[in-house]
């Protein structure tokens, strides 16, 4: 073999930084003979070169603290963002690319919120800007819409997208747990940030799901406009309430194309907690595991399993990317021939269709089951199935599920049943899948 | 948008050729955005261009029954090999190489039996020789070993990938149907050919095999050389056996790599009938889908699940290749940089090691039991389990579940059981998986 090795410049040597120098090593034949090259890294940016830390690099690779050791070096082909956040992380990938550097990143919650002026400046440049360890780990999902699905119109997508939720999900449905243990049972395997923010309120299957919508239908979709509902303050009783009907709940991130009132093709598309029954595949997706379920006008359905996140998971999607640009793949970073991408149009949240779970707690008084129904019934939300169970003193929960309907029309009828006062708690109201 | 149109030959107009015309048209607008210019059809390859056909080829395709029509028209940038079977297709496809055509082919015999020689042209020409239609239907497992998982040494490989065996084995587990029956009804429904060799005696899956060795290890697997038992005749009691150990029975394809003796790295690879856990996802395939399961070291583990069959799902994964032809992307057909591949290392098939599952009928007299378990003993089998049905008269059935062993220890203690005249009927033994 005698093509030059591809030169790397690695920003962050954390867990995933330290997991791709380990692979580069471990997989260093199998890189050589799938990419017909090496890659090396020459040079890795990290906060403190002086701090000690735990893994050694590699020889011959140099620690810096100067981006513009990565960025301004003729002899580095690629720079591997991995230091996360949004300010420094943008500085150092809009710098790589004005000096034709190839860009690949793990880097959600950038590209998500700020990817398009990226991308854009990527493909005018024919600049490979990847991204598969961004979603899912090392569920190969961005390639997969890039490149597999091409002859495919995606009609939905449906992910697990965030490990920790699942995670935390998972505990509360296995072993009865309450949000909050959970989640500190998570936090102590590591499993959760001390700040769980992003993973439990959904801002990080968020950052996912705009990918996947890039990827799936060629549009840029505002993240501010994404809706977006995490699982914190989850219930055990919803839970275990959905159980007895046979459903699990999951952190739910969704994009499909529905027709409008006017029947023009909408985008509708969100991140919630969802109703999933457990015999579908989805349902059985546990643990810090993530999946993707896709529905296409040719292929029919797909499901696709794996590990969401973890130091090599992760490290082996960076990689597969790494090869890509070692093997020099075309630069059509989206899977669009398109220097830009038109922004979605939206279906308006409250027009989205589904059916719903809805846990109301009433008082145990003749006539509350009529006065609920008839909200309802005002509202056009017909009631698919009921379970009331027996409450504490005269407070008793109604479970309610609903037949297809608006969010609109489903919000409405809660709010009738708050304004006649109904209702002794607010409602919990989930949508099922 | 500028680019010229890619223009291709198709080669048999039957359920997938009539597909892929319809998937050109319906998804005409998506491709064009996805690859940045027209795919159009230019000829169709028929055997009797007179005879009457449902399906009508698009205006502006013209049929013929002369292949040249196809390989010599310097229009033509690729060709789409649907017409099966081993000796035409090899001679068009060899033919349009020559000619500098790519390749696009949903032909696993071919390919498996006779693609070593169809490669290297290819790769010698640079021209593309693609083929995800030829494993797993819809699911991109072709894509993903050759691009998601190149920075990934693949452990093992594992794959329910002939839809009509495991159509006929879901039938009998769900409706406890015999496997003349299923077989009957898989018929009837078009799932079967009127032969059903290729498909029960597990040889479409030995080529599909075969395939996904190349992409996941980059070696040639010499197709006479691969173990491959199929489903043909397989009993409805073992299938309730099973069960009662918590498992179904499902026809797979793995490969794996693993130490011999000496400790060398080996291929283990066959086709054969196996318990699955129905806990495990792939437990949970059923009917018509495909699934795949890879053990990787980076990844871990990784699942694939969509549908193995099918005009539209087959001609989706056609049409993903045929867009990837369009928008030029680089010519390593195998995922590897090299232009032949290395004949795989086989381990010998009796050094595998698995655990089995061994149904024995007995005569029901004192001592039997103390004479199989010395057979088994002898060689070293352990068991892990055992249940004892009752039988008719005085011959029982006895159902083992063994610990891990060789191949070569199982079958030369149910050949001391044999000898020692121990068994009123022929010992039936399936790996566990």
Known sequence: MTAEPLVIGLAGFGTVGGGLVRLLEENA?????????????????????????????????????????????????????????????????????????????????????????LFEKAETSKLMLRFEAAVAGAVPIVQTLKESMSGNRIISLLGILNGTSNYILSEMTSNGLDFEVALKQAQELGYAEADPTLDIDGYDAAHKLILLIRLAYGVSYPYADLPVRGIRGLAAMDIKLAGEFGYSIKLIGEAREVRDISGRTRLEAGVFPALVLNRYLLGKVNG??????????????????????????????????????????????????????????????????????????????????????????????????????????????????????????????????????????????????
């Open 29 to 117: 034949e199998l890189i050589r003979s799938r990419a017909g090259r090496d890659i090396v890294v020459k040079r890795i940016l990290v906060r403190d070169t002086a701090k000690p830390r735990p893994l050694v690099p590699p020889s011959n690779t140099e620690l810096t603290a100067d981006p513009a050791a990565l960025t301004d070096d003729p002899q580095i082909d690629a720079i591997v963002e991995l230091i996360g956040g949004i300010r420094q992380a943008r500085a150092l990938i809009d710098k790589g690319l004005d000096k034709g550097k190839h860009i690949v990143t793990a880097n959600k919650a950038l590209l998500a919120e700020q990817g398009s002026a």
């Open 288 to 433: 810090v595991y993530n999946a993707v379920r896709l529905e296409a006008n040719a292929a029919g359905s797909l499901f696709f399993h794996g590990r969401g996140a973890g130091a090599l998971p992760t490290a082996g999607a960076v990689l597969s990317d790494l090869v890509a640009v070692a093997r020099g793949e075309r630069a059509d970073n989206s899977g669009f021939a398109r220097l830009s991408l038109p922004e979605a149009a939206v279906l308006p949240q409250d027009d989205g269709r589904s059916s719903f779970y809805v846990r109301l707690t009433v008082e145990d008084r003749p006539g509350v089951l009529r006065d609920l129904a008839g909200a309802m019934a005002a509202e056009a939300v017909s009631v698919a199935q009921m379970i009331q169970k027996s409450g504490q003193g005269n407070i008793v929960p109604l479970v309610f599920m609903t037949h297809e309907t608006t969010s609109r029309a489903m919000k409405y009828s809660l709010q009738r049943m708050t304004d006649a006062g109904l209702l002794t708690e607010p409602a919990v109201c989930y949508r099922v899948l």
